[in-house]
């Protein structure tokens, strides 16, 4: 293993109401949704359900029209009981009333040892039919793989960095089968290496120390040291013409599975979390899992905002809504409709901030865990240029100087200052410490589109 290394760029935010390392159970909600939304880069989704029909774990439901060999599965077996669309007849969710016991549609079986005989055109279609091929992402741009293409590596993060998230090891505890041949699975699709990142501090789980016919890398620091896209850039940088694929640890497990025992197993564990969840906690559940019932009895009363994912890049759903394809962390904090009176300018204690002049009181207890709203504090403003995205973003990238290139579509600096290299959760953290209240992410993905369709 290479040695470790250690990031100085970035920035911690500890949140009240991380999980315990406990499993709560499994939560089967009566309603599960796969929302097209939840997919970067779908153009024109095509549906192969009606309402009323019956599917199992594994039945196509969709594809894009854009990209047809890529098939959208049911997460779990049931009936199709509503197809929601909205704008435009813009397709946003299919809702399935899911059995009480899954049932799944059948795929070849391979023993662990026969993996490597398999032909890479076998282990794609089989990928493709099956509806875990979303879960492979291409970089440049955050989008969901072109199976045509031949990466030249494959990153898989081990750890995450942000706020609140999940501990892997603890998610993938008795997956170390599957999780190896996973990676025997995805060998087969690069001509290159297949890269596992794993945290620098602490003992690493053996499903991760242990694995073979990969590159580990060690990488120690603050947030973002766990995003996939920061260590893609310290070991095999993109550049304009590369293609680099990344998939989530949980995703490789499932993959796994699907060889070995020729179904798509959907279910996962999750993390409730949040300062606003009486026990946070791990729970089993499957993709696309209602919101109300996984936190149904477990939150404080209160006006909340429930978040698909993390603080920083996640969605915020309706309290009826459901879980992201790609989340495995469901979030809960106080929502922050209220105003503060001059409260963007007085200096606090109880809430993180980068800026000292504004958390200068929060920076004496750096331990302590903070219970923080979504309040802004502010509005949109002017661009107000003041280094400290650059303190942030441990890559050899100028992110002010990048998003006023995507704001001034200038192509050429966009591709000079290294767009290639970076999706959303990349500058996340410089939305977070923006004194101008700029939708920093939104602006990114902008930038990502403007290149991908020039």
Not at 170 to 179: D, S, T
Request: hydrophobic share 40%.
């Amino acid at each position: 293993m290479s040695k470790v290394i250690k990031l100085k760029k970035g920035f911690n935010i500890n949140l009240a109401g991380k999980a315990e390392k406990r499993l709560g159970g499994e939560v089967l909600p009566e309603i599960f949704a796969l929302k097209p939304t939840d997919f970067h880069g779908i153009k024109r989704p095509k549906l192969l359900v009606n309402e009323g029909d019956t599917v199992k774990a594994g039945t196509p439901i969709l594809f894009d029209k854009m990209l047809e060999s890529v098939m959208f599965t049911a997460p779990v077996s049931g009936e199709v009981v509503e197809i929601k669309r909205g704008a435009k007849r813009k397709l946003l969710e299919i809702k399935i009333l899911a059995d009480k016991q899954i049932a799944y549609e059948s795929f070849p079986k391979h023993s662990a040892g026969d993996i490597s005989n398999l032909s890479r055109e076998l282990i794609l279609d089989q990928l493709l039919k099956s509806g875990l091929w979303p879960n492979i992402i291409q970089r440049p741009y955050g989008i969901i793989a072109d199976p045509t293409e031949t990466p030249k590596s494959i990153f898989i993060s081990t750890f995450d960095t942000a706020p609140l998230a999940p501990d892997y090891n603890f998610l993938l505890k008795g997956q170390e089968a599957h999780f190896q041949t996973g990676l025997d699975v995805l060998k087969k699709l690069t001509t290159g290496n297949v890269h596992l990142g794993l945290k620098g501090e602490g003992e690493v789980a053996p499903v991760f120390a242990q694995a073979k016919n990969v590159q580990l890398h060690k990488f120690s620091g603050k947030h973002p040291a766990g995003n996939v896209g920061v260590q893609i850039h310290h070991i095999d940088p993109i550049n304009k013409g590369d293609i680099v694929w990344t998939v989530k640890p949980q995703a490789v497990a499932q993959i796994g599975k699907l060889f070995t025992e020729g179904i798509y197993d959907a279910s996962k564990i999750i993390a409730l979390v949040g300062s606003e969840v009486k026990e946070p906690q791990y729970y089993r559940t499957y993709v696309g899992a209602g919101v109300s019932r996984l936190t149904e009895g477990k939150v404080k009363a209160g006006k909340n905002r429930f978040i698909s994912g993390n603080v920083l890049t996640g969605e915020k759903v309706a309290e009826d809504g459901f879980l992201g394809f790609y989340d495995n962390m469901l979030t809960v904090i106080p929502e922050g409709d209220n105003y503060e009176f001059l409260g963007w300018i007085m200096p606090q204690a109880n809430v993180p901030s980068f800026h000292r002049a504004f958390g200068l009181l929060s920076f004496l207890n750096p331990k302590k865990e903070f219970v923080v709203d979504t309040n802004t504090k502010g509005e949109e403003r002017a661009f107000v240029q003041t280094g400290v995205f650059e303190k942030v973003v441990p890559m050899d990238i100028l992110p002010t100087h990048l998003l006023k290139a995507i704001m001034a579509e200038d192509y050429d600096e966009m591709e000079a200052l290294g767009i290639y290299e970076v999706v959303e959760e990349d500058f996340a953290l410089c939305e977070f410490i923006d004194v101008s209240k700029h939708d920093v992410q939104a602006i990114l993905r902008e930038g990502l589109t403007l290149m991908q369709n020039s």
